[in-house]
């Protein structure tokens, strides 16, 4: 077996094959690997002759078998670095992982890449997804590509770029009268009558190990150096928790030193359990209940994260912090970073718009180099990103509108 399933809270042990994301004490289930036995031939050098994926890292990943991968091409997206933006703070380094050029759009095209290779592998052909929007274009691709059935249920505000999306990959799409939770409610109890897989947040371990590559790869663009902050927009909050595991294993598997960066959870305002908890010095993170929540329809919407206890905890561990953005700041960041040529959603503006609360609070140094992570692009939210734009009728007003 290649890798066997430890709780992150009781350490219980399960195998593989077990497909569980949570375990019965409530931690999370997380994939652990023999990394003796693997780093004789997992090395960096190694990765030199391989694709250009994240099944570059097969390694460390949970599929046995090459033939059970399915893959449109996902991973290895652009780090770029936004050198024009660094005077304005100043900031040494400042870079910007650009997740929007994943197969769909969206990282969440890893997480769906690993986990339904995985479900492929052992036998699953029905999958169905909660979601805010991008899992359940992921998911319904993948499944596409893998020849299964799928089923998403998203928020009834969800955009509708998304939905449309989803339907043009082959999936059943169901509008839910709630949020994200919600829908994860109804997955939850049609599940035994209608025999489907259900692939939401750390209901299995696929998601968090496809969204762990995001960490190995910004580490082997940085030339094997950890950068000295993560800025990522946090909703469920697997990429954190993935990006963290990565970081953990590139250490075991002695390809690099020093302290783990400090991770920014960023949360929109009406929506901010996380930010909640570290202001309130909590130690769990907890409901306020769908009334209290007014945030806009994306990725950052979720608040009842299923592993908030341990998002929270590799917060203090790596002594990051969240930060709660308005909605203003967001659509001022996107616009910003569209003049540079990125197009973000709101999700990953939203860690643009962090950055001053950061400097503000002297959380950020002028010396270190900092990766914002944009996880989604702007065209799946364009019904929300409305500018006025003049009309014309001729020539010269167009000249009229110049001068």
């Given at each position: 077996m290649q890798c066997q399933l430890v709780c992150s809270k009781c350490s219980k042990v399960l195998p593989l094959n077990t497909l569980r994301g949570q375990c019965d004490c409530g931690g999370v289930l997380l994939a652990e690997y023999d990394f003796e036995r693997i780093g004789q031939a997992f090395t960096k050098e190694s990765l030199k002759q391989r694709p250009t994926t994240l099944w570059r890292y097969f390694d460390v990943l949970p599929v046995e078998d090459k033939k059970s991968v399915i893959s449109l091409g996902e991973g290895w997206t652009p780090l770029i670095r936004l050198a024009a933006l660094e005077k304005r703070w100043p900031l040494q380094e400042l870079w910007i992982k650009r997740e929007e050029q994943n197969p769909t759009g969206s990282f969440k095209a890893r997480g769906f890449s690993v986990a339904v290779s995985l479900l492929n592998e052992h036998g699953i052909h029905k999958v169905a997804v909660p979601s805010n929007g991008n899992a359940s274009a992921a998911l319904a691709a993948y499944a596409g590509r893998a020849h299964m059935e799928a089923y998403v249920f998203v928020p009834k505000d969800c955009p509708s770029p998304i939905i449309k999306e989803c339907l043009h990959y082959g999936a059943t799409v169901y509008k839910v009268d709630g949020l994200i939770h919600d829908a994860g409610s109804i997955i939850q109890e049609g599940q035994k009558e209608q025999g489907?897989?259900?692939?939401?947040t750390l209901k299995e371990p696929g998601r968090v190990e496809g969204k762990k590559t995001m960490g190995y790869e910004?580490?082997?663009?940085?030339g094997f150096e950890f950068p000295d902050v993560i800025v990522y927009p946090t909703g469920a909050g697997s990429g954190v928790i993935g990006m963290w595991k990565a970081f953990h294993e590139m250490k075991q598997l002695g390809w690099i030193d020093g302290d783990l960066p400090r991770f920014v959870s960023v949360q929109e305002e009406n929506c901010e359990p996380l930010v909640t908890a570290i202001e309130q010095k909590k130690d769990s993170v907890t409901f306020e209940g769908n009334e209290a929540?007014?945030?806009a329809p994306t990725g950052m919407r979720v608040p009842q994260p299923a592993a908030g206890n341990l998002l929270l905890s590799i917060l203090k561990e790596t002594n990051g912090t969240a930060i709660a953005v308005s909605k203003n700041e967001i659509k001022t960041a996107q616009r910003e970073l569209g003049c540079q040529g990125i197009s973000s959603s709101p999700e990953g503006a939203a860690t643009f718009a962090a950055l001053q609360h950061l400097f503000d609070r002297r959380e950020i140094k002028p010396t270190d180099?900092?990766?914002?992570?944009?996880?989604s692009h702007a065209m799946k939210y364009m019904e929300s990103l409305a500018h006025t734009v003049p009309q014309i009728r001729n020539y010269r007003e167009v000249y009229a509108t110049l001068s």
């Open positions: 489907w897989f259900n692939v939401g910004v580490v082997e663009q940085l929540i007014t945030s180099r900092v990766v914002l992570f944009n996880t």
